[in-house]
């Protein structure tokens, strides 16, 4: 079921960059940026209030936080669960 979330998150942020770059009509360019922004913005505000689960991520931080910008809770709701 993640992976179904994942895949629908980099879709909505390839739309938005499609967008940008030309290449989606002007009212979808508009729509799909927005709904990119929102992500973005949701997931940076998850960066910050569950920080401390995004910590727990084996790799390094940045990439985690990385992560959790492009994924939300689909990046840290498994490290949360983790028993470590």
Known sequence: M???LKIACLIAYAMALAGLAGLLGSDLSARMQNVAA???ILHALEVVIMFKHVRKYRGPLLVSVLLTLLFGLLHWKPLADRRN
């Open 2 to 4: 993640f992976l179904i």
């Open 38 to 40: 929102v992500l973005l």
